[in-house]
């Protein structure tokens, strides 16, 4: 990131140490506020959209609105992608060069090019599915 404001700072320092979460530009401000670093919410705004820019954070759109999450894959070249946990609700991130040949393949053979920030599987992670069979097999 060649330049870096003050409040960009913060608000990287702040969704990274929530980097589990997804926070609304709402609750961004306010975990801002709780920790002494007030932003108005068109600077948030603005800084979020240069972070998503340099791969710093996930946008997330949702039926509720749009999250934002920190990405530790930042500025790399690498494939970075989304899994959200269908149980829990969790959204993890993952890097995985065992996508490219698909990528490749939908590329050549299907004219489409996949934006690898952009995409997000679902499914269960290895908790929730782990419960799930514990119901299934439970109720057997």
Do not use: W
């Not at 140490?17 to 926070?23: D, I, K």
């Not at 530009?25 to 920790?35: H, M, N, Q």
């Not at 603005?46 to 972070?51: A, F, G, T, Y």
């Not at 710093?56 to 999450?69: P, R, S």
């Amino acid at each position: 990131m060649p330049y870096t404001t003050k409040q960009r700072q913060a608000i990287l320092t702040c969704l990274a140490q929530r980097r589990a979460e997804l926070l609304s530009v709402s609750e961004l401000a306010s975990a801002l506020r709780d920790i002494g670093s007030p932003v108005g919410l068109a600077t948030i705004y603005r800084q979020l959209e240069k972070l998503e820019e340099t791969g710093h954070i996930h946008k997330v759109n949702t039926e509720e609105g749009a999250f934002y999450q920190y990405c530790d894959h930042g500025e790399s070249d690498r494939d970075c992608f989304l899994l959200k946990c269908e149980g829990c609700g969790r959204i993890l991130h993952l890097d995985c060069s065992h996508l490219k040949p698909l990528y490749e393949h939908l590329e050549q053979e299907h004219h489409f090019v996949i934006d690898s920030r952009a995409t997000m599987f679902s499914g269960l992670c290895d908790v929730c599915a782990a419960q799930r069979k514990e119901e299934t097999h439970g109720s057997k």
